[in-house]
């Protein structure tokens, strides 16, 4: 059999979510993709957790993982990988971030108030308390950078008044195979598409039963000459929840089956970067481990 030609159509694209088909690859391929999207396409996340000050209940160790698992937006490549034993970052590999902040009493709140939000001020410490402090000559680097979390609604710890934290970051790039925090999807999965035939004429009773058996919109039941006749609509919005097999008037009329090299990719980026650009990152990527492959098979000599 020969091989089908290779395409991708993208059948869903939002801000932070991207729905696309891979038609005519190997299941390997399309796993390939799948780990090199969770654990290979690099991102820049708090590593180092100065601690100037934290009365509040949250442990230092505690904040500082908070911290690390907070997106930030900031494009990876303009950067470069740390070295391994720099404990001092430079423009190039680092980007600083302050957190200070201090609760306070209202003194304006009334008497008989219970509500936090009116009593105290700062009492939820965000993400969007985070500010950028430029490292060197970052300032002209980026003279168009906004470096901050991803989302500003971030809550990070609770305080109370007289409590404060006051902590320097230091976010460098990584990838989600060192650590979870690097990675740059929320989830990246894959399924099959499924293949659903109608082995003959489904009609009247049976096409209502047949169309409640599967997802909404898998299938139609149409009239035809006063018929109701069941066809397959839309079989990628199945869902695989064999019910049809359940029912022994129906289970020998339908064959549920999958397109073997027909992958439906979906892509939910955490917001470092649109989907796409992750997508086409994890091409790179893996055209890299290619080449790399290639030129260590050209540098061994052949017996």
Known sequence: RLPQAFRVDVIREEEDTLEFDMVGIDAAIANAFRRILLAEVPTMAVEKVFVYNNTSIVQDEILAHRLGLIPIRA???LFEYRNQGDQEGTEIDTLQFQLKIKCKRNPQAAKESSDPDELYFNHKVYSKHMTWVPLGNQTDLFPDA???PVHDDILI???RPGQEI?????CVKGIGKDHAKFSPVATASYRLLPDITLLQPVEDEAAEMLQKCFSPGVIEVQNINGKKV????????DTFSREVFRHEGLKNLVRL?????????SVESTGILPPDVLVSEAIKILMGKCQRFLNELDSVPME
Not at 257 to 265: D, E, K, L, Q, T
């Open 230 to 237: 069941a066809r397959v609509a839309n079989a990628r919005l």
């Open 75 to 77: 494009d990876p490549r």
């Open 166 to 170: 006051d902590v320097l970051m230091h």
């Open 157 to 159: 710890a609770l305080l």
């Open 146 to 148: 906004d470096f901050r």
């Open 257 to 265: 089956a999958r397109v073997r090299n027909h992958y439906i990719f």
